[in-house]
């Protein structure tokens, strides 16, 4: 029977704050199977892009990584926060390593075209180094990765977080059943974000689009969803978005993904 | 017969300069055996902290690592200088992963002691895991490790670059014959500083002894030459001090240590 590896990205708004990160990673801990944390940054690093004078131009409501951003996403996601994550799970007795793609070329990117629209230093998932990540799973190592990938040619990218989860699920199913959580604030996919009780618990690809088409599924939401059904497509056994309880509480609510 | 293993370090200065830096990189890419790199800071560090207003006090010459400053040190050595390093090697084709001790657990450190002095979150090296390092080089990865450690109970520590390069040497003769590095932009010990005619380029316990008491000894090279010694009395092969054509050109004058 293939071994189940959980693949878990919390996101931003629980990074920023020090408490409910705590609890997330002790909650972490206690899940037994083999796992992946992969994690956003968010606030820290627009704080000190603000801090330094550092402009953060945006396009369509995304955010332009330019020289100046990359160098302070590679201090804030590649080092404060993750070496803090690793330093903190290792407390708990949980063997973790940080990485970014750049590390044992473990994730490699392609710079995004500046055609139409050039983000800067964004990165495209290419390849996902499968067979190290599983060296360091055999060795009861936990990897932790931030954001950010490299091209091979000695440039680091900001990267999506919701899509590097996906991609290193996705070519971890060569050598586990992978499960991918996406952990956030809220219980779900929600009808109405502001009424945690219309919990959206199952969701088809029918229904996204549906619903999508209607404008119901909240803006931020669209990532996480469209790279969740992109690795299910892709051999992931299963996606959930929820809260912490999804993580060690099985008979609790969140929203799961199906084709 | 045992392999051979070289530990470098580059110091502050060269790591400040991108072409400087750049070529040691790729120097070091020409060395045949395997190799662990050790970095310093430096001068990044301290302008982050004035652009970021964060006071850096100093006691008899030695720095204070505040919380803050402990931050600043994660961000730019943990992630900026360490990240960039891995990624300029990978271009180079050489597989590196960049490490604090914290990752993998792999250098433990103990926070040190308050009194008489109290010079807050730095630590002092109580442990390397060998064995995970080997791990790394047995599989062809140069592992780049930034002065940063751990004491296992969630806290990262700012660690002197220097002795975090002769613990790891020492750690490591368990599985090698390790020649340790410390790399720098001067030939090697001078008598005077200005005059790189003057190099010292066999420098034993006895001499060294008698040159520091007569006050003989820059300052700022007692750190290297102290560790260097205790590396050696601790079954390091070789040490050696000098500048990047010591790696590269077996002929080139550098000081090398005998005990």
Redesign the interface.
């Known amino acids: 029977m293939t071994e189940n590896l959980s693949i878990i990205k919390i996101g931003g708004d629980l990074v920023n704050n020090d408490t409910v990160l705590a609890s997330y990673l002790e909650a972490l801990t206690r899940i037994d199977t083999p796992k992946i944390l992969v994690h956003g940054g968010g606030k820290q690093a627009t704080a000190l892009n603000e801090?330094?004078g550092i402009a953060s131009p945006m396009i369509d409501g995304r955010r332009v990584t330019t020289k100046e951003a990359l160098?302070v996403v590679?201090?804030?996601?590649?080092?404060?926060i993750?070496?803090?994550i690793?330093?903190?799970l290792?407390?708990y007795g949980c063997?973790?390593?940080?990485?970014?793609g750049?590390?044992?070329?473990s994730v490699v990117a392609t710079k995004r075209s500046p055609i139409p629209i050039d983000f800067g230093y964004a990165g495209d998932v290419k390849e996902v180094n499968a067979r190290?990540i599983y060296?360091l799973l055999k060795?009861n190592?936990l990897p932790v990765f931030c954001a950010?990938t490299?091209d091979?040619?000695?440039?680091?990218l900001n990267t999506n977080a919701d899509t590097m989860a996906a991609e290193i699920a996705m070519a971890l199913t060569t050598y586990y059943k992978v499960s991918l959580f996406y952990c956030f604030d809220k219980r779900g996919v929600l009808y109405d974000v502001a009424d945690e009780s219309t919990l959206i618990d199952q969701l088809n690809t029918g229904t996204y689009t549906k619903l999508k088409q209607q404008g119901k599924i909240h803006q931020g939401m669209l990532p996480k969803i469209d790279n969740g059904f992109h690795a299910l497509t892709n051999g992931v056994d299963t996606v959930r978005i929820g809260n912490i309880t999804m993580l060690t509480q099985s008979a609790n609510k969140c929203t799961q993904l199906f084709l």
Request: no cysteine.
């Open positions: 801090q330094l160098a590679t201090m804030v996601y590649g080092g404060l993750n070496k803090n690793v330093a903190q290792q407390k063997n973790a390593i940080g990485l970014t750049a590390d044992a070329n190290f060296g060795e190592i950010i490299h091979q040619k000695g440039q680091l």
